[in-house]
């Protein structure tokens, strides 16, 4: 989802055009419930990665401090994308699962909701 000013006036140029990332896209990522990472992190894909690579190498590389990721059963995982839910293809790539540049992934872990349950 991309955001462009439509103040009268605006004339700076928008620097975060796909155009400006050599064959990535931009791909927002939130852990629900677990907030020791307050923000969604914002990592560069190409857009043919297959998405099994995210629950098989990336999410758990990004988030390994967390102790719950060692915990999490990713054939449980609850998928959105842009803030629906869905399904992912493991077998086809981040674009093919819909995805463009700027999109948001979030994830929910059932059972897992931070440290101590706390969300944290």
Known sequence: MSVVAKEPGYTSEVRDRVENFHGQQLLYIGWDNHLMYSNPLCIPVAPDMPFSMLPTKILPDLYDLHPD?????????????DGKSFTPDMNESVAGNGFGHKSVLRFATPGLNGLDGRCI
């Open 69 to 81: 990721m060692a915990k999490v059963d990713w054939k449980k995982v609850e998928w959105l994308r």
